[in-house]
C-alpha cells in the first residue's frame, strides 16, 4: 500500500512537470492567462475602390490601398459579400470596408462597406 502510494505521487509530480515543460517549450504563457476570454484580433479596414461586383454569386473585387493589421500592401483581390452589404455599391465607386476571414481556408468576407469619405 506504501509503494502503491509512493508510486502515486511520483507520477502525478512527473505529469505536472511535463505539463509545465509542454507549456514553456510551446511559448505559452499560463500564468494570470484566463483560458475562456475569447481572443480578439484587430479590426482589418481599409478604403478601395470597386472593380467588380456579382452579387448573385455574392462575390465583389476591390483595387484596395493597404491593410495595416495585415501588413499587406495594396492590391486587387476578391472578397464574398452578402447580398445586403452588395446593395449598397456600384463598380467604378471608392468605398471604405472591413472584412474578416473564416475560420478555415483563406477565403475574406465584407463584413461592412460604405462609400469612402
Known sequence: MKLRN?????????????????AETSGMKTEGMN?????TSPVNRTKGVVKELDAMK?????????VPTLKWPAMAMTFKISPELAKG?????????????????????ITKISPAR
Open 35 to 39: 483560458m475562456e476570454e475569447p481572443a
Open 6 to 22: 509512493t508510486m502515486l505521487t511520483i507520477g502525478l509530480g512527473l505529469l505536472a512537470t511535463a505539463s509545465a515543460q509542454t
Open 58 to 66: 455574392g462575390m465583389v473585387t476591390l483595387s484596395h490601398e493597404a
Open 89 to 109: 455599391i456600384e463598380v467604378g465607386e471608392k468605398v471604405e470596408f472591413e472584412f474578416e476571414f473564416e475560420t478555415k481556408g483563406t477565403a475574406a468576407t
